[in-house]
């Protein structure tokens, strides 16, 4: 079955970093393009950046530009989240979805303390 698994968040400092990892098994990891999306305490999804199959294309929303890098490496069916210069309105439960199907991870937390 399609299983996706985050990690690598934790507790940062403002203006720090954190690379967050979606470990994938179940499917073709090379037919999928993938998101990551976050939620804040109290808050609803929200979409934060999508990577197409191959790796060429990228997506980012408005809050992460600039400060955030997704990438995958398909030898390994992992997505990951490179994010630099963290505010605390990043914090956020974060997971991964593939696309299409919008299947999605149990989440890591990210917690950004200012």
């Known amino acids: 079955q399609v299983q996706l698994v985050e990690s690598g968040g934790g507790l940062v400092q403002f203006g720090g970093s954190l690379t967050l990892s979606c470990a994938t098994s179940g499917f073709t990891f090379t037919k999928y393009g993938m998101d990551w999306f976050r939620q804040a305490p109290g808050k609803g999804l929200d979409w934060v950046s999508q990577?197409?199959?191959?790796?060429?294309?990228?997506l980012y929303s408005d809050s992460a530009k600039g400060r955030f890098t997704i990438s995958r490496d398909n030898a390994k069916n992992t997505v990951y989240l490179q994010m630099n210069s963290l505010k605390p309105e990043d914090t956020a439960e974060y997971f991964c979805a593939r696309v299409p199907g919008g299947e999605r991870g149990q989440g890591t937390q990210v917690t950004v303390s200012s």
């Open positions: 990577i197409s199959s191959d790796g060429r294309a990228t």
